[in-house]
């Protein structure tokens, strides 16, 4: 990710694919915050998607202790950021009952997102998301 976020996307996406080659299967935290990142530096939409779909199926199976090397204390707080990223693909892509199932995730777990920065980031994008769906499906 530093790559990438030092201004190198495709290094830094081509990084990433080693290192998910390079996981075990078993090892799903590891794949799960891999995903989660490998879908930010997708081009294609679609390729976001299932990022961030296999994101979310790897979270299922990660424990909280197993994101702690990561700086993450709890796995559940990783989990309405998922949602919001995975409701926000749907919403580009036009599945919408998808995107409001996502939402509806995200919503329901918002309350073990830590009272910090980074829980209003997502809380903020999980209330963009709703206004945007709420416009896709009124509008």
Known sequence: MG???GGDREAGREALVIAWEGTRESDHAQRCVI???LADLQASLEDEVLWDEVALAEHA???????????????ASLGPSLH???GD???RQGPLREAEGELDKGLQTQHVLPADGYGDMVRGGLDRLRSRLHEATTG
Do not use: E, K, W
Request: a negative charge; hydrophobic letters at 55%; charged letters at 5%.
């Open 84 to 86: 919001l990223n995975l």
């Open 89 to 91: 693909g749907y919403v």
């Open 61 to 75: 199976h990660v424990a909280d202790a197993d994101l702690t090397p990561v700086g993450v204390s709890a796995a």
């Open 35 to 37: 995903a989660h990142y």
């Open 3 to 5: 790559l990438a976020l």
